[in-house]
């Protein structure tokens, strides 16, 4: 399911046009992108949570040519579902 299908769905399952269902999905993609930049979690509960994760300075290698390069410290997006979304799965 891309964006599109997801925008069609929410319009037919909230019997909301597409437009309106659009920007819906667009302010909720807002809202999770800003507070996670803040560094706050986005807790969905039964879906799972967003969060922020620091990766650490570490040494890698180039599968090339294996030669040792550094790769910088980062902030990574952690998504971690939620008990009744892992019922679903299973």
Request: charged share 30%.
């Amino acid at each position: 399911m891309n964006k599109t299908d997801l925008v069609k769905y929410i319009a037919d399952a909230a019997e909301i046009t597409q437009v309106t269902a659009n920007k819906a999905l667009n302010a909720l993609l807002e809202a999770v992108s800003g507070t996670l930049e803040k560094g706050d979690n986005v807790t969905l509960i039964g879906f799972g949570t967003f969060s922020v994760a620091e990766r650490a300075a570490r040494e890698g290698r180039n599968p090339q040519t294996g030669k040792k390069i550094q790769i910088k410290a980062r902030k990574a997006v952690k998504f971690t579902a939620g008990k009744d979304l892992k019922d679903a799965v299973n």
